[in-house]
């Protein structure tokens, strides 16, 4: 039986995220998937698993309520999965959050024309910054909920995902704007800048390469993904859902010099949906696993080598294993 835990899967527009496009999929391919909806708000996790019993009425599908940038949640959480189930093949890290992002419109113009374009219509590049928050826990929202709450989970889970015999696989939806230059060892929780989502991706980049030097001799491996540019959401916090649609035929016309213009969920979800059908042992633990879309409309799945080394990632494990120390004392 498999059985799969999916972090962040509300149903909050009538589309949902790259989440629940995941769930579509993956009840499509496999009616006897077991999925268990790790979800901060009940009422749109319902509302979410109905969403799928509709298409699906025979799937199975628990919740869990999660909020993962709470710690005492993630450690609730865990437990409450602990005791329902004994073993997870697949745990896919989804949730992630960019609060009040700003677009630099004068990089945007000066981008247009300076021979980068592509590059920076695939990665945002130089063109977004956020201002974070700090959590009841002490630490910073975006590192709490993109990094560092995964991190207590997977290691919460520890006992469900290592079994003798048996691989698993975690899977983190990372982002094409991860950028070294954005993360520093020095300050984790990117206190000190403005690009905490790039910094926060970027770590999880190193931390899967960490988890799979620590854990791959004990049978789970650790994989990330990018989605590519999706509507959901997230970018409709970024700009308009209006002002999306209406430049629509323009990102189709982008779509083909870059084809990470993705753009629906569907699309997004390819790469998560590809490495469930993957053998875990054969994944490259350096490479980010891509969700492309033609400009004909084709996905396909492009692993491309991540900008990360070992040393790195290893700091930044010692660091976050610090720091669970400290919260598992103050809890
Ligand atoms: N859209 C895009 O272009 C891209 C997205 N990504 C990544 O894809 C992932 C999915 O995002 P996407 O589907 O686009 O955006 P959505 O905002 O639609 O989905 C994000 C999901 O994360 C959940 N979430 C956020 N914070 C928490 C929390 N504290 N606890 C539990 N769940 C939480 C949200 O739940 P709720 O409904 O309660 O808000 C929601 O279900 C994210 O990690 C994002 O960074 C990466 C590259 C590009
Ligand atoms: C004509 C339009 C396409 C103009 C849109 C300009 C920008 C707002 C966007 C260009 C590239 C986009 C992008 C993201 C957000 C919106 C853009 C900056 C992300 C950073 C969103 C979150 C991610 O994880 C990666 C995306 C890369 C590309």
């Given at each position: 039986?498999?059985?799969?835990?999916?972090?962040?899967?509300?149903?909050?527009?009538?589309?949902?995220?790259?989440?629940?496009?995941?769930?579509?999929?993956?009840?499509?391919?496999?009616?006897?998937?077991?999925?268990?909806?790790?979800?901060?708000?009940?009422?749109?996790?319902?509302?979410?698993?109905?969403?799928?019993?509709?298409?699906?009425?025979?799937?199975?599908?628990?919740?869990?309520q999660l909020d993962v940038g709470s710690m005492h949640s993630v450690f609730k959480a865990a437990q409450e999965v602990r005791q329902r189930y004994n073993r997870l093949d697949y745990l896919y890290l989804n949730a992630g959050i960019m609060p009040n992002p700003q677009v630099d419109h004068k990089a945007f113009y000066k981008g247009l024309f300076s021979g980068k374009a592509v590059h920076m219509f695939s990665t945002g590049e130089g063109l977004l910054t956020q201002k974070d928050e700090v959590t009841s826990d002490g630490l910073q929202q975006v590192f709490a909920t993109n990094l560092f709450g995964h991190f207590i989970l997977v290691r919460e889970l520890e006992p469900?995902?290592?079994?003798?015999?048996?691989?698993?696989?975690?899977?983190?939806?990372?982002?094409?704007?991860?950028?070294?230059?954005?993360?520093?060892?020095?300050?984790?929780?990117?206190?000190?800048?403005?690009?905490?989502?790039?910094?926060?991706?970027?770590?999880?980049?190193?931390?899967?390469?960490a988890f799979n030097r620590h854990y791959n001799s004990k049978g789970l491996y650790s994989s990330v993904i990018c989605p590519g540019l999706v509507m959901t959401n997230l970018t409709y916090g970024i700009l308009p859902s209006f002002f999306w649609t209406l430049i629509m035929p323009i990102m189709w016309l982008i779509r083909i010099f870059t084809n990470t213009f993705t753009l629906t969920p569907y699309n997004g979800a390819e790469a998560l949906f590809w490495l469930f059908k993957q053998k875990p042992e054969a994944l490259d633990p350096m490479a980010k696993y891509h969700s492309l879309t033609s400009g004909l409309g084709n996905n396909y799945t492009q692993p491309c080598k991540m900008d990360i080394d070992d040393i790195m990632a290893e700091t930044l494990y010692e660091k976050l294993l610090d720091l669970e120390d400290a919260i598992r004392k103050k809890l």
């Open positions: 039986m498999i059985r799969s835990l999916h972090c962040g899967q509300d149903l909050k527009t009538v589309t949902g995220g790259i989440g629940l496009a995941l769930c579509e999929r993956l009840l499509s391919h496999d009616a006897q998937v077991q999925l268990c909806l790790a979800c901060r708000n009940g009422q749109r996790a319902e509302a979410a698993r109905q969403a799928l019993l509709v298409s699906h009425p025979q799937a199975h599908i628990s919740l869990v469900l995902l290592c079994r003798p015999g048996n691989s698993s696989l975690i899977i983190w939806t990372s982002s094409s704007n991860a950028r070294r230059s954005a993360f520093s060892l020095d300050d984790l929780q990117h206190k000190q800048g403005n690009e905490s989502y790039s910094s926060s991706k970027y770590a999880s980049d190193l931390l899967s390469l």
